[in-house]
């Protein structure tokens, strides 16, 4: 890395600093998008579990099993906008 000689950087302003870390930033938050995503996707994993676990139990509770459903469509269509969300905000990458 280069320094900047001193008298070129307390010239540098507010935003020009900012401009300095924004793919920074940038990266920071795509990042905190996709663990959201993989959050997600582990509930949704763990739910699925869940549900065929339910399924396999002697009496079947099928408003159980119906709330789980409801529940992981919710997920999925949750984890779909995260994605959606992702893209729109960071299309370049």
Known sequence: MKLIPYKEAIKLGKDAKRQLLAPIKARKVKKQGELGKLEISEK??????????????????????????DELAL????LKQFENV????????
């Open 75 to 78: 997920l999925e269509r949750r």
């Open 44 to 69: 949704i994993a763990v739910l699925e579990a869940a549900i065929t676990e339910r399924c396999s139990h002697e009496n079947v509770d099928f408003d159980s099993i119906i709330d789980m459903l």
């Open 86 to 93: 992702i893209n729109q905000l960071f299309p370049e990458e």
